[in-house]
C-alpha cells in the first residue's frame, strides 16, 4: 500500500523494504496508546482510541511523508483498573503495560531507532508512561517523548473554558468533553445521553486509588449538559494542532 502524498507514514502501511529505506534509524516514530474500557451508557468502550485514532489520522495529514515522524498502529488497550466493575473494560496491569513498552522499544531500538514519542489518550496510563520513560531512557538509550491528549499541554482550563464555557468541573470521564468530541467524530456510535444533570465529584484532597464506581452509578464522572458535535469539532481541531506543534518541537530538539 503507497503512502499517500503530503501524509506521514505509518509503519503497519509500508513494507520492511521500505522502512529499512527510510531509514527507520533517521526517523521519530510515535507509539499511540489508547485504552478499552466503560465510557458511560452513551459513549462506546473505545472512545480514548476513537480519539486517539481521530488525532492521528487529522495530525498525519498535517505532516508530510518525508518529515521525521513515522507512526506504529495504536494499541487499543492501557491500564483501567478503576473502571473494570463495568462491564467490558480490559484493563493491563502496570507490569503489562511495562512489559509492552520495553519490547516496542526494544524491537525499534534494534533497528536503530534513536528517539520515539509516547502518544497517550488516557488518563489512567499518564503517570505511569511519565515514569518508565525514565527507566526506557536507560535501559535502550533511546530518547522517549511523553504527550499525553488530556494534560493541560493540550488543553489548558483557558482554553477549555472559552470552547466549552459553560463546563462544570471537574469534567473526568465520558462527560461534556469526551462526548461532545464522539458526537462530532463518531456519531453513529453514540447511544442515548443521560442528560439529567451530574453534580461533581469531591475527590480526596489526598491523592489516593479509587474506583468509578465509588464516584458514580453510571460511569461517568462530570456533567453531560454542554455535550455538543460543534464544540467536539473545536476541541479535535485543538488537539490536532497541539499535537502537529508538539511534534515539530520534538523534530528540532
Known amino acids: 500500500m503507497q503512502t499517500k502524498p503530503g501524509r506521514a ?47 492521528i489520522g487529522g495530525t498525519r495529514e498535517r505532516l508530510s511523508s518525508d518529515d521525521l515522524f513515522v507512526f506504529l498502529p495504536s494499541l487499543p488497550y492501557g491500564k483501567s483498573p478503576e473502571h473494570l466493575d463495568f462491564t467490558g473494560t480490559v484493563s493491563f496491569r502496570a507490569t503489562t503495560l511495562i512489559m509492552v513498552l520495553e519490547d516496542v522499544v526494544s524491537s525499534l531500538q534494534a533497528h536503530g531507532v534513536t528517539k520515539m514519542v509516547i502518544l497517550n489518550s488516557h488518563g489512567g496510563n499518564t503517570s505511569l508512561i511519565n515514569s518508565i520513560a525514565f527507566d526506557l531512557h536507560h535501559s535502550f538509550k533511546v530518547d522517549i517523548f511523553c504527550l499525553n491528549l488530556w494534560s493541560s499541554d493540550f488543553m489548558d482550563s483557558a482554553e477549555i473554558q472559552e470552547l466549552v464555557p459553560n463546563i462544570m468541573y471537574p469534567d473526568v470521564h465520558a462527560a461534556s468533553i469526551e462526548t ?43 456533567d453531560l449538559r454542554d455535550s455538543k458535535a460543534e464544540i467536539g469539532e473545536k476541541l479535535y481541531k485543538l488537539l490536532v494542532e497541539k499535537a502537529v506543534q508538539k511534534l515539530n518541537i520534538i523534530a528540532h530538539l
Open 180 to 222: 461532545s468530541l464522539l458526537l462530532y467524530l463518531h456519531p453513529e456510535l453514540v447511544g442515548n445521553i443521560p442528560w439529567n444533570f451530574l453534580p461533581s465529584v469531591a475527590f480526596p484532597e489526598i491523592s489516593t486509588g479509587w474506583a468509578t464506581k465509588e464516584l458514580s452509578n453510571t460511569g461517568v464522572i462530570g
Open 9 to 55: 507514514i505509518s509503519l503497519q502501511e509500508i513494507t520492511t523494504l521500505r522502512a529499512y529505506k527510510l531509514p527507520l534509524k533517521s526517523k521519530i516514530v510515535i507509539f499511540p496508546i489508547g485504552s478499552n474500557e466503560q465510557h458511560g451508557p452513551h459513549l462506546p468502550i473505545g472512545t480514548d482510541t476513537y480519539i486517539l485514532d481521530a488525532v
